[in-house]
């Protein structure tokens, strides 16, 4: 008989992305080294005449040698 309540095991949750090992060329560094990527969506308030807005995603590295953020749209992704 097993009264005691439901043991939840201690899950690792991480809060940063999976790729974060990943590295990347860095032109601050000048060589690949761990970024952290992250994607964002931003909003951009064009004067597109049907949508008021376009949310675009943006794939954000945030190099973790130096600290420089690279911003480039992932619409194709
Ligand atoms: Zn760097």
Redesign the pocket.
Known sequence: MHCSPAELPELMVTTSPAESHSGEQ????N?M?PHQITIEIITENEDNSNAAFSREPYRVTE??????TTKQRANNM
């Not at 190099?63 to 420089?68: A, F, I, K, N, V």
Request: proline content about 0%; aromatic content about 0%; charged content about 10%.
């Open positions: 860095c032109e601050n560094c060589a080294t190099c973790q040698q130096c600290g420089t």
